[in-house]
């Protein structure tokens, strides 16, 4: 398998129609700021590099940048931190993000391919709540519109009035679902690709991270 670089998958997804808050690599502290100026501040500054997919446990994300300063000592201190701490990864700069506003919840959406199923899709309750609840539920793909909308109504019961998820519209996330689902169709080369988060609203949802990666040789 290989890996995507985040700027890769985010392409996968604006393709499909999934909304992804703006983003765009840069490849020096010069770049990265007029980004940021561009976009508005506050924003998010992540460590591009296909070979990690780890980010924050080497350092390699800093929040709520507000200021040209902020951002370019953001660029150089992940540069120099990441690069220290993988020499042998290829680090093509850092992506700026604009930061999402605060939402009513946060979901995780992924596909893995199961040994009786075939490739199935997940969705559930993401942030903070992906590895203590695990309130997640799980379709077999392709998934319709219909399968979309019960998968969230799943999470939804599970999750209760937890988050805000009480809150979410059906529709809303089950759009992501089944957009996603078609991504994966038009897309048979890649093997996965993990959201997580993408944070949502009572009229909409923004995709803030995700990685992915493609069948075959590395």
């Known amino acids: 398998m290989r890996n995507l670089s985040e700027a890769d998958v985010y ?3 604006e393709a499909a129609g999934i909304k992804v808050a703006p983003y765009r690599l840069t490849r020096t502290a010069d770049e990265a700021v007029t980004a940021a100026t561009e976009f508005g501040y506050p924003v998010v500054c992540k460590v591009a590099s296909a070979d990690i997919l780890h980010k924050s446990k080497l350092g390699g994300v800093a929040v709520d940048r507000r ?8 660029f ?4 120099s931190r990441v690069g220290r701490a993988v020499p042998e990864a290829k680090i093509d700069g850092c992506l700026i993000c604009g930061q999402a506003p605060r939402g009513l919840a946060e979901a995780i ?5 199961d040994p009786e ?5 997940m969705f559930g309750a ?3 709540f992906a590895e203590v609840l695990r309130a997640v539920d799980f379709r077999s793909h392709p998934v319709d519109g219909g399968d979309a909308a019960d998968l969230v109504r799943k999470v939804q019961g599970k999750m209760k009035t937890a988050a805000g998820w009480s809150r979410v519209a059906p529709a809303v996330a089950a759009d992501l679902v089944r957009r996603f689902s078609e991504l994966l169709a038009a897309h048979p080369e890649v093997e996965s690709i993990d959201i997580n988060p993408a944070v949502l609203y009572e009229d909409g949802y923004l995709v803030i991270d995700a990685k992915g990666t493609l069948a075959g040789e590395s």
């Open 67 to 74: 200021t040209p300063e902020q951002v370019r000592e953001a």
């Open 126 to 128: 993401g942030g903070e």
């Open 109 to 113: 959406i992924g596909t893995t391919r």
């Open 117 to 121: 199923f075939g490739r199935v899709v």
């Open 11 to 13: 392409g996968l997804l």
């Open 76 to 79: 150089e201190g992940i540069v």
